[in-house]
């Protein structure tokens, strides 16, 4: 589906006509370039890569300079391919009046890392709750993981402690509440995955 690369900027909010407010992310939406335009001839398949974000050449790997030279644009910071475009060539910039307000978009985003995370923060563990009764240590460990002699092992996909966050996540069918064409701004209804000014991907 086509869309378009953008830049998280933090969270608002705006108020409806019934005067409610309404929670907003505010994403920089393009402009972004189109890099290059795969075939099904050339590539195998069909596809569009756009470029977004300015980079400095010198921080740019040369095979990375050639690409961008042929497309007749400066380095770009990312990198992401899409379907779904219609009659756009190398070097054709896309921006964000592809948009309209009221229409629902998909937002793909990098959670917030949190590290190596207990089961009470992880999986929502509810703990013991108490220390009565002798116990001292066990408030927010996660019990009992396995069986006995059989099956004699710990099954694939227990809730145990590990690495939290830093995942991609897709919210789906967010709606557009307000586009600022001037400013290459969208507000999206509700929250996205990521920190500020981390990249995102809005999909149609």
């Known amino acids: 589906m086509p869309g378009l690369i953008g830049r998280k900027l933090g969270m608002t909010s705006i108020y409806d006509a019934n005067g409610k407010a309404i929670p907003c992310t505010m994403i920089e939406a393009g402009p972004c370039v189109v890099t290059q335009v795969k075939t099904i001839e050339k590539d195998g398949y069909e596809a569009v890569q756009l470029g977004f974000g300015d980079r400095k050449e010198k921080n740019t ?26 009659s756009v060539k190398t ?5 964000i009046d592809m948009f309209i307000e009221g229409e629902y978009v998909n937002v793909v985003g990098t959670s917030k890392g949190k590290g190596f995370q207990g089961v009470v923060k992880r999986h929502g563990f509810r ?7 002798g116990q001292h240590n066990r408030l927010r460990a996660p019990g ?10 710990v099954f694939k996909g227990m809730k145990m402690a ?5 995942d991609r996540v897709t919210t789906q069918n967010l709606t557009i509440m307000k586009v600022l064409l001037d400013k290459n701004i969208i507000l999206v209804k509700g ?10 991907i809005v999909e149609k």
Do not use: Q, W
């Open 127 to 133: 703990g013991v709750g108490d220390a009565t009764h």
């Open 144 to 153: 009992s993981i396995g069986a006995a002699s059989y099956p004699a092992r």
């Open 91 to 95: 070097g054709d910039v896309i921006t």
């Open 61 to 86: 790997p040369n095979s990375l300079r050639g690409h961008f030279k042929a497309a007749g644009t400066e380095p770009k910071k990312k990198l992401i391919e899409f379907d779904g475009f219609n």
């Open 191 to 200: 929250s996205v995955a990521g920190a500020k000014n981390s990249f995102v």
């Open 162 to 166: 590990g690495r939290m966050g830093n």
